[in-house]
């Protein structure tokens, strides 16, 4: 039974591990798409500074470029979002997993204590026992 439980600790270690690289992507992901919304929060103030430089030429295309600006952000802020529920999903799910791990954990352990007191026991019984017998022949009994 003991080899069960190292084995069924090594399966939950890995379901905890791949729960982890999961959680790392979809953090890298998110902060790939912060960083896009920054960079384009950048370029929309870069274009209004052209754009206020030079109203004749480029306020005509401005407009457009802030259309497709404002239909660019709310795409990756819906990306943001999606991406944060399944962030949290993934969170709980390797909180779930690392719960299972250490419940497995403490029960090996709770048996390997057991196991470690019996055997305690078992040599302390032959040691009063030989402490016995010693005491039996000096005493000449």
């Not at 419940?103 to 196991?115: F, K």
Request: hydrophobic share 35%.
């Amino acid at each position: 039974m003991p080899k069960t439980l190292r084995s069924l600790i090594r399966l939950y270690q890995f379901n905890v591990d791949e729960k982890r690289r999961e959680v790392g992507g979809m953090i890298a992901v998110l902060n790939d798409l912060e960083r896009q919304a920054g960079e384009l929060e950048t370029k929309i103030s870069e274009e209004k500074t052209i754009a206020g430089a030079s109203p004749e030429e480029a306020g005509v295309l401005f407009g457009n470029y802030t259309a497709h600006y404002i239909l660019k952000r709310e795409r990756i802020a819906a990306a943001i979002k999606e991406m944060e529920g399944k962030l949290e999903i993934g969170q709980e799910e390797m909180r779930e997993s690392y719960r299972d791990l250490k419940g497995v954990e403490l029960t090996q352990d709770a048996r390997e204590n057991r196991e470690a007191l019996k055997q305690a026991r078992s040599e302390q019984a032959v040691l009063d026992e030989i402490g016995i017998e010693v005491h039996r022949r000096a005493s000449g009994h």
